[in-house]
């Protein structure tokens, strides 16, 4: 069984691995048919993704066709078409008791903190499955980035008429707004890279964007006529870019940090205060993100074709990876066919 593997930072190899053992009550053989890309890889091949150890098969974007299961509540069979959902919660914390799968305490992403999709045949339990008699598995694989954006914006529980302003517009912050789009608020976008933007324009149909340069508070202001978004979603993960997107919140309004840091933030409390804001993580996705963002594509709501722009094979991708980490590649997901 051919697979992957980042032995260490900088170095994929390809190599034969064992199969599968045959699956149990509850679990599924799949057939790994495409693996989406994203920053999470792009850091763990260089070696800046923190609490990740080597070797590790990569891949947690995964389009997939079942192999064998035993017969199974969902009525998954062999040919049945999927997303998969590479979150594995314990079942047993307070978050997971609490239905916040997404956040256990003990979580386990394949791909991440176990072994993922970038080989031939993966076992799963059933129950992450997301099965699809209509998309194409470059559409499964997107899925999980989707979720993540449709997560985010259940967590801001969005209004129509509000006005919502999305921070960075890489793959998290082009999800964020195609789930935020159908619900009837007005949408901007700012981002330091002006190709971005122009992509968000074009192909997203965001018609209000403008620079993340010293000037963006004052151009959010002349955009909401002084009041400022009432939802604002940090995407960047960019330490200073999160802390000044408290400063793009009105008053009364909320913050919801999609990408994530790995350092401290500060903010001012007065300013905090005085807006009475709320401020919310969000991470991950859940089962019902998943159906959502499944049900949307299919039904044509969620553009999907504005995605992709790079492919390779299984065996190119050592070859190809390094060079999707270069922005100037304007790489938005690069999906690769097994
Ligand atoms: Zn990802
Ligand atoms: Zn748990």
Known sequence: MKQVVLEHPGRLAVSDGPPPSPPGPGEALVRVRRIGVCGTDFH??????????????????LGVELVESPPNAAGLKAGDRCAL?????????????????????KLEVLGVHVDGGMREIIKVPVRKLHRSESLSFDQLALVETLSIGAHAVGRAGLEPGETVLVVGTGPIGLAVIQSAQPLGVRL????????????????????HTFATDASAEEALREATRGEMPTVVFEATGNPSSMERSFGFVASGGKLVLVGLCQSKIAFSDPEFHRREM?????????????????????????????????????????????????????????????
């Open 85 to 105: 959902e590479p979150y594995m919660e314990c079942g047993q914390c307070v978050a997971c008791r609490r239905g916040r799968t997404n956040c256990c305490a």
């Open 44 to 61: 763990a091949f260089k070696g800046d993704q923190p609490f990740f150890s080597y070797p590790r098969i990569l891949g947690h974007e």
């Open 188 to 207: 901007l976008a700012t981002d330091v890279n002006e190709a971005r933007l122009e992509f968000c324009r074009r192909q997203m149909g965001v018609e």
């Open 278 to 338: 709320t401020l919310l993580s969000s991470r991950n996705a859940l089962a019902a993100d998943f159906k959502r963002v499944l049900s949307a594509v299919e039904a044509g709501t969620l553009d999907t074709r504005p995605w992709v722009t790079h492919r390779a094979s299984l065996a190119d991708l050592a070859a190809a990876l390094p060079s999707w980490i270069d922005p100037r590649t304007g790489v938005l997901k690069a999906m690769v066919e097994v």
